[in-house]
């Protein structure tokens, strides 16, 4: 026996050094086990103990260092550990964040807090107040932030910036629920940001004296400072450019998308090129290659400074300071931290003399951002923007082994721009096809008109509205913009013409369904396999992409019964897949992501006797099973399965008639014991 187990260990050791050692590198595996045990913790329905989860990791740190002669043993220790890992992390950060939510409305109550960000909508505004002080408590614990919706006449003007002490009377609401299971989790993202509620203002905010002997913490003080920056910036584009230029450059510069038009946001997502209002990547590198540019450009000017001193790694120096401050005036949003970390590395490579490897650095890049802000990998921005970074590196790396990147040196001015105009539909494409999964089942939209889309404005943002966006901001302290404002503005109107233009198009807003429990996982799993393994071995890949797309697309159910968090609107889906719902006036949103979530036309209301599927005031399904609207009971024959008294406990609820009994998946049965939970 002893002789079987050590030649049955000894091939599985060699396996697994062969794959983590050959095939590809167990660094790169790293953040997928640290995101497999971040997962985990997000579909856990209670809250794992901190202490315990903590233990856990150190002991297994501990055991791997010991044992880390033994190879068998440490290859299968080192992942284990790092997926326990990826469930200590997000426990631990919502154990010391402990953001207090509100979980019923308040009466009308004077809140006082120190003004950090305006959010200025095409109809209303948005300011969130830090350290709020409330006439009514809702709890004794500290509120770090809450955010206060203002309409029409309450609106602030521009004489106060974020730092400002506000008074202000509001009404104060929780944080919705997700409508379906599945759907954004707002309460989850206010927690994880620190907002403890929310409401509508009933005064405008009014101005205070701060007469504190003690103002707010040096970090807070640096926040108020970037924040009252980036305040100065938008209002210098709004007076500056037309509009909707004026949004569009906010959107590039400050990453502040909410004045951008419903109309203008809608041709962006139906063209495909959504992905240029949201500062990622492209913008980065970008500025960050325009400054080192230019700053060797003029070092280089001067003889004395190009011929005695390292004037690139100057250059790399000041291009990488210019792009962290670009960083932290757009927000610091997750596709441009993932940036910032890879440009960092990049340029510091310069610094040191090394050429960075760009696989390492994604990986570095997803395992940090997962280790200090897990909650990152339920973000669509996260997995979109790593996605199609993970692509191209891959699959430029896999055509220059395979020696299919055949560049032609030529000085030919056609070949050049042929070769450039090639290398741009590749980008996009490998881009598209690794992120069109993700924005399919997050949007519920599929669209056919990204390649053309963004072989036009790709190019144009990368080399005519950056440019002079960084030109404009260079000459804002001069107080003069020597004409490039109507340029600006005439170039910003181009980019939203070729949006428009192109999501006029047919095929450009596809419904989509949203998949079953598994389907991603499946399609993510052969992803990565495909781009980490670095031998043919990572055609395997195909495999699993193969089954999680079938599924997708012939075995994804959509759900016969929808029922809203507040139980106030009901929706049912008829055997020629209509929704129906029983009252619209009310449940609005809920009605919308109902339609949206499952691929369906706009819901129509059943106001009227229907033979054969709503009389009496019964819906009647195949198989016998039946829905009574008043009182609201589920029943197949004799059996009943829901009754109204039930609904308060689970929220939102999808619910599929199928075999003897029905399938429910609700809201508030898989968050019953998180700490953003609604109702316990």
Not at 83 to 106: N, Q
Request: contains cysteine; glycine residues 6%.
């Amino acid at each position: 026996m002893y002789h079987i187990f050590s030649r049955h260990a000894s091939r599985l050791e060699a396996f697994l050094e062969t794959f983590l050692f050959q095939d590809t590198r167990l660094f790169y595996w790293a953040p997928v086990f640290l995101g497999i045990g971040i997962w985990g913790y997000f579909s856990l329905p209670y809250e794992p103990d901190w202490r315990v989860t903590t233990s856990v990791t150190l002991a297994l740190g501990a055991l791997t260092f010991l044992l880390r002669n033994r190879r068998l043993v440490y290859f299968i220790l080192v992942p284990i550990l790092i997926t326990m890992l990826g469930v200590a992390s997000p426990t631990l950060r919502s154990h010391l964040l402990s953001t207090p939510l509100l979980k019923e409305e308040l009466p009308p109550q004077w809140i006082e807090g120190r003004l950090s960000q305006v959010e200025t909508y095409p109809t209303y505004q948005r300011i969130t107040l830090l350290d709020p002080q409330f006439q009514k408590p809702f709890t004794h614990l500290p509120v770090p932030k809450v955010r206060i919706t203002l309409r029409g006449r309450l609106q602030i003007s521009t004489h106060l910036v974020p730092g400002d002490l506000l008074k202000v009377k509001a009404v104060l609401t929780p944080a919705p629920e997700p409508a379906v299971p599945g759907a954004h989790h707002t309460r989850r993202q206010t927690f994880f940001e620190g907002i403890g509620a929310q409401g509508h203002a009933l005064t405008p905010p009014r101005l205070l004296t701060d007469d504190a002997p003690t103002g707010p913490s040096v970090r807070k003080r640096i926040h108020v400072t970037i924040e009252n920056l980036r305040t100065r910036l938008n209002r210098y584009f709004e007076a500056h450019l037309t509009f909707p230029a004026s949004a569009i450059a906010k959107a590039l510069v400050t990453g502040e998308r909410s004045s951008i038009p419903e109309d203008i946001r809608k041709a962006f997502a139906d063209s495909g090129t959504a992905h240029l209002l949201a500062i990622s990547g492209l913008h980065l590198s970008v500025v960050a290659g325009f400054i080192f540019i230019s700053v060797r450009f003029l070092l280089v000017l001067i003889p004395p400074l190009a011929l005695a001193f390292p004037i690139k790694k100057w250059a790399a120096a000041i291009a990488l300071a210019g792009t962290a401050f670009y960083w932290l005036i757009c927000g610091g949003s997750l596709p441009a931290t993932r940036a910032l970390v890879m440009t960092g590395i990049v340029l510091g490579g310069v610094l040191v003399d090394r050429t960075a490897f760009t696989l390492r650095n994604i990986s570095l890049a997803a395992f940090l951002i997962l280790l200090f802000l897990p909650e990152a990998l339920m973000s669509a921005s996260f997995v979109l923007s790593f996605a199609a970074a993970l692509a191209l590196i891959a699959a430029y790396d896999a055509m220059r082994t395979y020696n299919l990147l055949l560049i032609p040196k030529s000085d030919s001015t056609f070949l050049r721009t042929l070769t450039y105009l090639g290398g741009v539909t590749l980008t996009t494409l490998i881009a598209t096809v690794a992120t069109t999964p993700y924005l399919a089942a997050t949007f519920h939209t599929l669209t056919l008109q990204a390649i053309p889309a963004n072989l036009m404005a790709v190019p144009w943002t990368t080399f005519v509205l950056i440019p002079l966006l960084l030109l404009s901001l260079l000459s804002m302290p001069l107080g003069y913009d020597f004409g490039l404002s109507p340029v600006l503005s005439w170039a910003m109107e181009m980019l939203i013409k070729m949006a428009e233009s192109v999501a006029s198009w047919p095929g450009a807003h596809v419904p989509v369904p949203t998949p079953r429990d598994g389907v991603m996982a499946l399609i993510t799993l052969g992803g990565l396999w495909m781009c980490l393994v670095v031998t043919k071995k990572r055609f395997f890949g195909l495999a699993p992409m193969s089954v999680g797309l079938a599924l997708w697309l012939f075995a994804s159910p959509v759900p016969d019964l929808f029922i809203s968090s507040d139980q106030k609107v009901i929706g049912v889906k008829d055997s020629h897949n209509q929704l129906w719902v029983v009252s619209k006036r009310a449940g609005r949103f809920a009605r919308q992501v109902w339609a949206e979530s499952c691929g369906l036309a706009p819901a129509e209301a059943l106001a009227s006797e229907m033979d054969g599927f709503f009389t009496d005031g019964r819906v009647c399904f195949q198989d016998n099973w039946v829905l009574g609207l008043s009182p609201l009971t589920l029943s197949k024959g004799t059996q009943v399965f829901l009754q109204e008294k039930d609904l308060p406990a689970m929220g939102g609820t999808l619910v599929w008639l199928t075999g003897q009994s029905p399938r429910f998946v609700s809201v508030r049965t898989l968050d019953s014991g998180r700490p953003w939970a609604l109702k316990p």
